[in-house]
């Protein structure tokens, strides 16, 4: 069984948490719930002189129900015996099923994994003389199993032990992460489990120096940070707290075991929402041209360029004035010399230290669905272009992309405090296409604990695929009927 204490803590709080998520609270599990047009509804109806209450009523209870029937074929009921689980096993794997079967699960639907061929052999003999001979042990890495096992499933915990990314050949984390995502290998409502470990000066000064400017450059174009204020654990990110680059990185080698935690959730949650479906949503898919005509790539690759840097006219660098619209683009270009082209308003450590340049380069590799770090920015980088608004994205749209377009959106969609425009959408649409996961962040946990001397960093995160949205939604063509 395993020694230390703290971690027996946190992998029953996190498996607890993790099945109820999944079964007892399912429906508050996902990011809209059963409930959630009736609130609407009811919301603007509260008060009659709201002119939005008006609209509200073209709402009809017979539209409602049809809906919320939808949601339910979606969704759908589950018990703690329905859910299936993968896991890395380790040397123990029974520790790990006992728990999970404890909490009534079946060990029918439990997969253990383990790539390493020693610690495998010693799972397979601790297996055997365990009350579950019969485990479905499998000597691969999980990500590469999805390849060519396409199965689903609705746990996925990856207790990982090392840092993330690493760039051991057997322990690439990240690129795991990636496998899974890119296969689909959760269920349309999934939770998905990391523990990751951050290495101290003495353990490996070089993986901690490579961390901390890797944490810099990740969280400083971020428009908000985590306070650690139990009220409100929100406050304005590095740039508008007035952080030149330097004082931020020497905040964040400081207060790095804080900072590191923000990471990991900030990286999962972009990776899942973002990186992940934008790098598979490639041009050369006929999806693709469902929504995006390409007919000259040097003019998309220009314009997409010039957001990066400023011209000798001081145009362009959008990236750089507004950050915070474009976090993910800027920290790309604070650790891949081709985008940074040594423009000092980006870091420049990649210039200065060859390690951190190549652990960068494999940062980026292990985000990539083919394992390519420039094809993983090219796809990202015209995406965040094409979806966006005001700008010459419009010369890149599908004929039924440009119809609707014509459309005076702000006119026509009214309960929202902000004016609606198009890229909402196109990225409706998009996502309708390329199926991408959502975090839903309010069912979002993490614990922190030191297991012997090196802290652990443990993240659950909800994962719902919104196909009561983008399913109910008619398709592209049908769109504007």
């Known amino acids: 069984m395993y020694k230390e204490e703290n971690k027996n803590i946190a992998r029953k709080s996190v498996l607890k948490a993790a099945i109820e998520a999944l079964t007892l609270c399912r429906k508050d599990s996902t990011l809209a719930p059963k409930d959630y047009i009736r ?207 330097d004082e931020w990185h020497k905040k964040v080698e400081c207060e790095i075991e804080d900072f590191y935690g923000q990471y990991i959730t900030r990286l999962l949650v972009d990776l899942i929402s973002v990186i992940s479906p934008y790098d598979n949503f490639t041009s050369s898919h006929s999806l693709y041209k469902n929504m995006f005509k390409i007919s000259n790539y040097n003019d998309l690759t220009k314009s997409v360029n010039d957001l990066f840097h400023f011209d000798s006219n001081g145009n362009g660098g959008d990236i750089i004035v507004d950050s915070g619209l474009f976090p993910i683009l800027w920290t790309i270009a604070s650790i891949d010399k081709k985008y940074n082209n040594k423009d000092k308003n980006y870091y420049q450590d990649i210039y200065c230290d060859d390690d951190f340049n190549d652990y960068a380069q494999s940062f980026l590799s292990q985000m990539s669905a083919n394992g390519n770090a420039h094809d993983l920015i090219k796809n990202i980088s015209n995406m965040h272009f094409l979806l966006n608004e005001g700008r010459t994205e419009n010369n890149f749209y599908s004929d039924s992309l440009r119809n609707l377009n014509k459309i005076n959106w702000y006119q026509k969609v009214y309960p929202f405090c902000d004016l609606f425009l198009f890229h909402q959408i196109k990225e409706v649409l998009f996502r309708q296409l390329s199926v991408p996961y959502h975090v839903n962040m309010e069912k979002t946990l993490r614990w922190k604990y030191k297991a012997k001397d090196t802290n652990m960093y443990m993240d659950m995160l909800v994962l719902d695929e919104c196909r009561y949205l983008y399913d109910w939604m008619p398709s592209l063509d049908m769109f504007y009927s």
């Open 39 to 245: 609130k609407v509804k009811a919301f603007y109806r509260k008060d009659e002189s709201d002119p939005r209450a008006f609209i509200v009523d073209e709402l009809s209870e017979e539209t409602i129900i049809r809906w919320e029937e939808f949601y339910d074929s979606v969704i759908q009921d589950r018990t703690a015996r329905s859910i299936k689980v993968a896991y890395l096993s380790g040397p123990n794997p029974e520790n790990d099923l006992t728990e999970m079967t404890d909490m009534g699960l079946l060990p029918e639907n439990i997969w253990a994994f383990e790539s390493d061929a020693k610690i495998y052999n010693e799972a397979v003999i601790s297996a055997l003389s365990s009350k579950f001979p019969f485990i479905k042990l499998i000597k691969a890495n999980v990500g590469d199993f999805f390849e060519v096992s396409p199965q689903k499933f609705d746990l996925i915990y990856l207790d990982f032990c090392g840092p993330l990314p690493s760039k051991k050949a057997g322990q690439k984390t990240l690129k795991a992460i990636t496998s899974i995502l890119k296969y689909h290998a959760l269920s349309p409502l999934g939770v998905m489990i990391t523990n990751v470990s951050l290495p101290s000066k003495e353990q490996n000064a070089n993986e901690h120096k490579n961390i901390v400017n890797l944490v810099a450059s990740y969280l400083y174009p971020k428009s908000t940070l985590e306070s650690n204020n139990p009220e409100w654990n929100c406050t304005d990110g590095a740039i508008s707290e007035g952080y030149s680059l």
